[in-house]
């Protein structure tokens, strides 16, 4: 048998990837300019209403407009797309290793000694970074994730994914029943009429299953609040 998630889960199972457009350049300068310095780049990378840290995806001819980078077929992904949630996520082009590109020290600056990888993780701007190859295990990327999130989180990452998962399957309860109750109301009402017994019945029961939402839904967003921290006043100097 195989399990499918309900609407609502696979709701919070999507990537929103940010795709961010560099600035025109003073004076008639354009974007198109030659590579910023990485403080500026980072700069825009962050905006002033999302502190969260970085995961910032260069796109290759395989992954383009797919996930595949970070998602692994053999294996559920649940875990990897929840934990992204944490994250600002970032998506720069191919040719952003073109050495014009306005975003290209945001992997050249970094100074990566084994080549660029292809993400990384970025707490803060004076960080180390998190590299991350197409080949790295989940384990491997839940790990790294983890540690990122830690120091930016007031809350255990790791403790509220594991809550958040269990309520991903009280969404699916709760999403089944819904359409099992609409299914059969609609039943009722045409063998019955609409203000029959079990019609009324089966609508009050719909009610409760939308209580019951209510409170999940109020129950997931205690989950997901980790308390993210501030930026450090003080980092290091960028590289």
Not at 63 to 84: I, P, V, Y
Not at 107 to 126: R, V
Not at 171 to 180: G, V
Request: with cysteine; aromatic share 8%.
């Amino acid at each position: 048998m195989t399990f499918t998630r309900g609407d609502t889960a696979k709701d919070r199972l999507q990537v929103e990837w940010f795709h961010p457009v560099p600035p025109q350049r003073s004076g008639n300068q354009t974007a198109a300019s030659g590579p910023m310095p990485l403080q500026e780049a980072l700069d825009l990378l962050w905006t002033e209403h999302d502190q969260r840290p970085l995961l910032v995806l260069r796109e290759c001819s395989k992954c383009k407009n797919s996930d595949e980078a970070l998602l692994h077929r053999s294996l559920d992904n649940e875990k990897t797309m929840l934990l992204m949630s944490w994250f600002r996520t970032v998506r720069l082009p191919a040719h952003v290793a073109e050495a014009g590109h306005p975003f290209f020290n945001v992997f050249d600056g970094q100074g990566f000694k084994d080549g660029w990888p292809h993400f990384f993780l970025l707490a803060h701007p004076g960080a180390e970074p998190v590299t991350f190859a197409a080949t790295n295990t989940p384990t491997q990327l839940w790990k790294g994730m983890s540690d990122v999130l830690e120091q930016r989180y007031a809350k255990n990452p790791q403790k509220a994914l594991k809550a958040w998962l269990q309520q991903l399957d009280a969404f699916d309860r709760l999403d089944a029943r819904k359409r099992e109750l609409e299914d059969q109301l609609a039943e009722a009402r045409i063998e019955q009429g609409p203000d029959s017994a079990r019609a009324q019945k089966l609508a009050s029961e719909l009610q409760e299953n939308a209580k019951e939402r209510v409170a999940a839904l109020a129950e997931e967003r205690e989950i997901k609040d980790l308390g993210l921290l501030p930026m450090p006043r003080t980092i290091a100097a960028v590289r």
